[in-house]
């Protein structure tokens, strides 16, 4: 049995409009995961970062859809990071999994600093 694994580690780049008149950068995000596969395969699994809100950002609105046979969310226990895992079993059409949210980011500029004329 063929078993392809597709793991995205690294962190999702996020496109993000800004709202102008706030200052606060915010928006709808939505990516669209489209595992490519090999003929024959037979599980396609993947292993993508999950959004979470935290003290510099708010995500609301979530939601995962896709034609995956299963799928869940964890943390993992060493790092806490959170991932959604979603996996096909013998596909019969292209694996697709869209992940929505809105998030809005807070300034993480520390305007506190001050110039101690210091080299």
């Known amino acids: 049995m063929k078993l392809r694994i597709i793991s995205i580690a690294a962190v999702l780049s ?5 709202n102008a008149s706030a200052g606060i950068p915010s ?16 599980s396609v699994i993947l292993w ?3 959004p979470m809100s935290d ?9 995962v859809s896709g034609n995956y046979e299963e799928s869940a969310i964890y943390r ?7 991932y959604l895992y979603a996996a ?14 809105n998030l809005e980011q807070k300034d993480r500029r520390n305007t506190n600093i001050k110039d101690s004329g210091e080299n």
């Open 14 to 18: 996020l496109l993000i409009t800004v």
């Open 88 to 101: 096909w079993h013998n596909p019969t059409e292209p694996p697709k999994c869209v992940m929505r949210f």
């Open 48 to 50: 993508v970062p999950y």
């Open 76 to 82: 993992d226990p060493a790092s806490e990071a959170v």
């Open 27 to 42: 928006g709808q995000l939505t990516f669209t995961l489209n595992p490519t596969t090999a003929d024959g395969v037979k």
């Open 55 to 63: 003290g510099f950002q708010t995500v609301s609105n979530m939601s």
